[in-house]
Every structure is written in structure tokens, then in C-alpha cells.
């Protein structure tokens, strides 16, 4: 570890041994630029020629993010050139709802739109007192999606924020309405 940081600090990284180590227990997001010195650095380390491709050899799953993991084989692949593929925890969740509800067209529909769920819904949800989930089954029920998705059905693609927030509020009244049976 010493030597990798030391040339880490070679190649303009402010690297400790212990940064080095946060790298190595996945407590580090590494940028673009910060991974391609890495590379050089650990290269000079080791005294061998290293691709990109090399700092993921992993045989389990990479978290990228969040919301997307990716075999390490695939990224592998990426960073060589090859397409990016469809990695995303969606799959795990269509696989879960296929499996909970075979043939069910709803709830491989749910699936994804559970994964579309964002802040926008969140922000209303709080507004509104409710769950996360709770708000996804209200705005199922009320228009057979989340409710970001039907703001932006009605304002339009090229919406500008003011109208976006127009057509919420119009949204959350909807919602409390039919919370009160007055739909």
C-alpha cells in the first residue's frame, strides 16, 4: 500500500495509505481521471502494464451506483470497448414480480415503474403524509403510473418548471380527492 500511494502522489493523487485503503473496501467512488492515474500508479507500483479493464478483474457484482450494479466481467468489457448492457436492479425486481405473479403484465409494469419512482414523488408523498409506498399504490390506482410520469404525460416534454409545478399541484389534488372518495 505505501508504494502505491507513493506513486499515486507521483501522478497528482493526494493518496495516503489509507486512502489506498478506502479504494480497496469500496468506501471510495473513484472519478473517470482518478481512475486512469490509479492505473498509471499502481502500473509503476507493481512494475507491470495495466489497462483500465484491469482494475475491474472481479468475478461479483460492481455497485456503480445506487441503483446499478454490473458483473464485473461486463464492466470489464465496457472499459474494452463493448457495448453497455441493461444492468440495472430493475431486472432483479421484474424477475421477484414475474416469479411473485407469473404472467402478470401489471406487475412487471409496477416492477418498472417502482424503479422510475423519484424525487418528485417523494417530495409529494411527504407533502401528502404518505409512504413511498403508499404513494405508488395511490398513483397506480389513479393513473396506472407514478405520479412524475403523469406530470410529465400533461405539461409536455419541453415543459418549464413553473408549468411542471402547475400540473403537480393539479396532480396532488387529484390525489387528495381520491384519498377522500370524492374522485
Do not use: Y
Not at 500500500?1 to 489506498?20: F, I, P
Not at 403510473?145 to 400533461?154: A, G, P, Y
Amino acid at each position: 500500500m505505501d508504494s502505491l500511494a507513493a506513486e499515486a502522489r507521483k501522478v497528482g493523487l493526494k493518496w495516503s495509505t489509507a486512502r489506498v485503503g478506502d479504494l480497496e473496501r469500496g468506501k471510495l467512488s473513484p472519478t473517470l481521471p482518478m481512475l486512469l492515474a490509479l492505473c498509471l500508479a499502481l502500473g509503476r507500483a507493481t512494475g507491470q502494464e495495466l489497462r483500465l479493464a484491469n482494475l475491474v478483474d472481479i468475478d461479483g457484482q460492481i455497485e456503480v451506483n445506487e441503483k446499478l450494479t454490473a458483473p464485473g466481467g461486463e464492466l470489464q468489457g465496457v472499459l474494452k470497448g463493448k457495448s453497455v448492457r441493461f444492468w440495472d436492479r430493475t431486472l432483479s425486481a421484474v424477475g421477484e414480480a414475474a416469479e411473485a405473479l407469473p404472467g402478470s403484465v401489471h406487475a412487471l409494469r409496477d416492477a418498472f415503474e417502482w424503479e422510475r419512482f423519484g424525487l418528485g414523488d417523494e417530495r409529494a408523498a411527504r407533502k401528502l403524509g404518505l409512504t413511498k409506498e403508499e404513494m405508488f399504490r395511490r398513483s397506480a390506482a389513479l393513473w396506472g403510473h407514478n405520479l412524475s410520469t403523469e406530470r410529465d404525460k400533461r405539461s409536455g416534454t419541453d415543459a418549464s418548471a413553473q408549468k411542471r409545478g402547475q400540473v403537480t399541484r393539479a396532480l396532488l389534488d387529484e390525489l387528495r380527492r381520491a384519498a377522500d372518495g370524492d374522485s
